[in-house]
């Protein structure tokens, strides 16, 4: 297979590794892109569209599904950096209905921080269409008591997470997620990341071809355990981004839909200290509130060690994505990946449209982002 696109000298080791995804038999489409001090120095795609052969082109985009995190965590780390919320405040002071049934210690920081204790819904969705009702999921998780004392452990918020930040930020800017996104982040800094599609975009959409079994990174043995409670109920199988209703619709946590370029773009902001190319999103210090620690520990859906910040993965030696320190991370199901590296002011995106069925280290966006660092070595 060869990828369309550039890769700039010193970086042909990208090149070469995203190339044998496909030669491997691992990919359908997918798209790579590095930056590194704001530049672009690689921006690859490659493959099929979908199950018909339309070439994955230039402008194709895809659902990233928790890649989306970033793009929602950004948006309250920028809020926060102007002073119009406080990190550690509970999140009841900017949204009252939410101190119900015990809530009201709960933090910004703990929902940062996938500590909040509302990991899924309860009572479970009886429908996946439910999600795309804004009032009514914000309205059920304002009711809930959390299911472990909040802040004490990480319990990964696959779903609910990106409604607890756009509620905050609602409640906050007097604007969805999707629109301060689209009117801070993304127009500005000229990226095709999407929360809340238009209609004129959809015939870019790639489709996703779901896992072998798509459900079962979400079974748990126990069904009265936080990971079978937090995946109860209606499940998600990777084919809700082919209707409208999922595109149109704001899901922060998994339905951002865009590029490795418009993904490694408004990461390139962050890694170069909250400001590229004029555009500035916060301040340096703002960046590196993600790099203050909010748990460590086995995380009770993924069942390994992991080292949150605030709204990304840290970089560890429990989880290491990168031989710097101050790097951080977050992915997608299905495989997408995005590393901020702030020591080497770069940003690494990768997305792709076959799905692979686990939850965490998918072994394509691992061989892309070794072949970056072995680049800049």
Not at 279 to 305: C, Y
Not at 309 to 334: T, Y
Request: hydrophobic share 40%.
């Amino acid at each position: 297979m060869n990828a369309h696109g550039f890769c700039s000298d010193g970086f042909e080791a990208v090149r070469q590794a995203f190339e044998a995804n496909f030669d491997q038999g691992r990919e359908l489409g997918a798209s790579v892109a590095v930056t590194r001090n704001g530049k672009p120095e690689v921006d690859l795609w490659a493959g099929d569209a979908d199950s018909q052969a339309t070439p994955w082109a230039e402008d194709t985009l895809v659902n990233v599904y928790s890649t989306t995190k970033t793009m929602a965590a950004i948006c309250v780390l920028m809020l926060a950096d102007r002073g119009e919320l406080d990190l550690y405040s509970p999140v009841a002071e900017y949204w009252p209905e939410f101190a119900q049934a015990g809530k009201e210690g709960v933090t910004v920081a703990h929902v940062m921080s996938h500590s909040a204790g509302l990991s899924g819904f309860d009572p479970p969705l009886e429908q996946v269409e439910l999600l795309y009702d804004w009032d009514g999921v914000c309205e059920r998780l304002a009711a809930q008591a959390p299911w472990w004392e909040p802040g004490t452990q990480s319990g990964y918020h696959a779903v609910t997470q990106g409604f607890l930040q756009g509620e905050v930020v609602r409640r906050v800017s007097g604007r969805s997620l999707g629109t301060f996104f689209r009117e801070e982040v993304a127009e500005p800094l000229g990226a095709d990341f999407h929360i809340g599609l238009d209609p004129d975009h959809d015939h870019r959409v790639a489709e996703l071809q779901p896992p072998p079994n798509p459900t079962q990174p979400f079974e748990a043995p126990d069904p009265e355990s936080v990971a079978a409670r937090s995946f109860a109920g209606a499940a998600l199988d990777a084919t809700e981004p082919r209707t409208e209703a999922w595109r149109r619709a704001e899901i922060p946590a998994a339905g951002g839909i865009g590029n490795a370029r418009s993904v490694a773009r408004v990461h390139s902001a962050l890694a170069c200290g909250g400001e590229v190319d004029g555009v500035t999103l916060m301040s340096e210090a703002g960046v590196h509130r993600v790099l203050e620690e909010q748990t460590r520990g086995d995380d009770l859906i993924f069942g390994i060690p992991m080292v949150f910040g605030m709204g990304f993965g840290l970089n560890d030696a429990a989880f290491p994505v990168s031989p710097n320190r101050r790097a951080f991370f977050w992915g997608g199901w299905g495989g997408s990946l995005a590393i901020i590296d702030l020591d080497a002011r770069v940003s690494i995106a990768y997305v792709m449209n076959k799905m692979e069925a686990d939850l965490m280290g998918d072994p394509r966006g691992a061989a892309v982002a070794a072949s970056v660092y072995a680049s800049l070595a």
